[in-house]
Structure formats: structure tokens, C-alpha cells
């Protein structure tokens, strides 16, 4: 049995409430949920609480969950979600670089109830946006890791063979650029 099979027995029957079945995905999701979130947070009370709120919100939105997606996949659209929630909560938001729209388009997409679907296009409305506003192909791939996948600037620069301070400059620049044809987009 695959694991994607497992994922579907194990969500079915904890949609009835079986607490054996969370134990299951709990054991088998809970190293890989936490480790998203030691890469992504620094303090580990602040850890301590996403790690809860996740699942948390994984046992509020059951019912939302869809056996076309991989379980962990899910899981971690959540904790992205959750993550994000709680940066907002202590600054002002993490794309203070961009204009208020895209603010906007970009926290829907990293707070909405986790729906892989509606995520996806977003981030695909918002690449195609990037692109016709003028922005390369390797600045629209360090805009999107960045902000939707959250990576830093080191995970960046092994992936695309660059320094970090090169991929600081490439985000730093299409930054730029996007708030100038934002900017002028809006005058029009």
C-alpha cells in the first residue's frame, strides 16, 4: 500500500473521530512538521505554539482535506499558513517591499484556509503578474521562493548556484521593480 494510500484510510477514518488514526498521521507527519518550522523560526517558545496551532487547525479543517492531495503536502500548506499568521502578527507584513495590492493578493494566498487549489493558482496568477510586469525568470523564481516558499537567501543561492548576497541583490531589485510598474500600473 502507498504511503498516498495510507494518507486516505488514515484521514477517512479520523473524519469519524478515530483517535487511533490521528495517532497514525501525528507519528508519521509530526518530525517533518516541526522541521518545517525549525528552518522557518528562531524562538522556540513562538515554535512551540505554531507547532500546536498547526494541528490544531489540521483537526478544525479535516473535513476540507481532499485524497487528491498529498496529506503532508496539506500539512504543509497549513503550517505555512500558520507561520505567516504569526509573522503578521508580530510585524508589519512580511511584503512591505510591494505595493498595497500585492500585499494584498499575496497575503490571501499565504493565509486562506488551506485549499491546495485555490493556493496554486494564485501563486500562478501572481507569477504570470511578475512576468508581464517586466521580471525575469530567475527573478520571478527568487520573488516566488521567497516570499511563498519562504526559503532564505542561502536555500536560494545553492538551488540556483549563486552567493546569497547575488540572490539578496536579484530579490532586492525585482522588489524594486515590481513597486515602480505597480506604482505606475496604478496611475493609469
Excluded: C, N
Excluded at 108 to 114: C, I, K, L, T, Y
Amino acid at each position: 500500500m502507498s504511503a498516498t494510500d495510507q494518507d486516505q484510510l488514515w484521514m477517512r477514518a479520523y473524519r469519524r473521530d478515530d483517535a487511533e488514526a490521528f495517532a497514525r498521521i501525528y507519528a508519521a507527519y509530526s518530525d517533518a512538521v516541526y522541521g518545517y518550522l525549525v528552518k522557518r523560526v528562531r524562538d522556540e517558545a513562538d515554535r512551540a505554539d505554531l507547532f500546536q496551532r498547526i494541528w490544531l487547525k489540521f483537526h478544525r479543517a479535516r473535513d476540507q482535506w481532499s485524497p487528491e492531495y498529498p496529506l503532508l503536502q496539506w500539512l504543509f500548506v497549513i503550517a505555512r499558513s500558520e507561520v505567516l499568521d504569526g509573522r503578521r502578527a508580530r510585524s508589519r507584513s512580511p511584503f512591505g517591499a510591494l505595493a498595497e495590492d500585492s500585499e494584498k493578493a499575496l497575503a490571501r494566498v499565504a493565509s486562506a484556509e488551506p485549499t491546495l487549489v485555490d493556493s496554486a493558482r494564485e501563486v500562478a496568477a501572481e507569477t504570470e503578474r511578475m512576468r508581464a510586469e517586466g521580471l525575469s525568470a530567475e527573478q520571478v523564481e527568487v520573488v516566488r521562493s521567497r516570499v511563498f516558499d519562504e526559503e532564505d537567501y542561502a536555500e536560494i543561492a545553492v538551488r540556483l548556484g549563486k552567493t546569497p548576497v547575488s540572490v539578496r541583490k536579484v530579490f532586492s531589485r525585482a522588489i524594486e521593480k515590481l513597486r515602480l510598474a505597480r506604482a505606475t500600473g496604478d496611475k493609469r
